[in-house]
């Protein structure tokens, strides 16, 4: 029954349109730019601490009480280093949720099941450049660059599916795949992922 509502909820979800899609490695001249503009919340938030912490350690290094002020600077140095570690995990963290979000699970499932066994690099990009805008319009901390090609898309997919996967894990076990009732089209996505690794290694 689960699966059911599963298949249904699937025939029913709308397709992404693929007019004027491009990937993140086609738009950036670099990589770096890329991670920049990816994790830009990270920066501004990393940017305001740096410049707040900056400030503070400039006032106890300046105060006219020396060892005061040199315990306030050591302090706001350890503290900013703390807060600087703890923003970027929070970051990652809420960045790598958009991609095993139940309903952006469902969209990527889809893809992958809809691909096939024509599952080479180039369909790896398009299923990219389709995700990305999934993300970015169903999540509110992704930016339109989560996948930076079909590579990085292969990767997630199989760091977050294939090996959980591999190892008998299933939602009720983790909160990797979401809800229980789209399991099916995880175990789908990975059956059509493996057929096609299988055709691709057959000599014949």
């Not at 790598?96 to 599952?119: R, Y």
Request: aromatic share 14%; with cysteine; proline share 3%.
């Amino acid at each position: 029954m689960k699966g059911e509502r599963a298949e249904e909820h699937l025939i029913q979800t709308p397709h992404v349109d693929d007019q004027n899609l491009r990937l993140p490695r086609d738009t950036f001249p670099n990589r770096f730019l890329y991670e920049i503009s990816r994790h830009r919340t990270f920066v501004i938030a990393v940017s305001s601490e740096l410049i707040l912490y900056a400030f503070s350690i400039y006032r106890g290094l300046t105060s006219k009480d020396r060892d005061i002020g040199f315990l306030i600077a050591l302090f706001m140095i350890v503290l900013g280093s703390t807060g600087i570690i703890l923003t970027g995990i929070i970051t990652i963290c809420l960045l790598n949720d958009c991609g095993t979000d139940p309903s952006n699970t469902l969209h990527f499932m889809k893809e992958i099941v809809a691909v096939g066994l024509q599952m080479e690099m180039r369909e790896w990009d398009i299923i990219a450049a389709r995700m990305n805008r999934v993300f970015y319009l169903n999540n509110s901390w992704a930016t339109p660059y989560f996948f930076y090609d079909g590579e990085a898309c292969h990767s997630f997919f199989k760091n977050y599916y294939l090996k959980h996967y591999s190892r008998g894990e299933k939602t009720s076990g983790t909160n990797t795949y979401g809800l229980e009732e789209f399991q099916p089209f995880v175990d789908q996505a990975v059956e059509a992922y493996k057929k096609s690794e299988t055709r691709m290694c057959s000599p014949f």
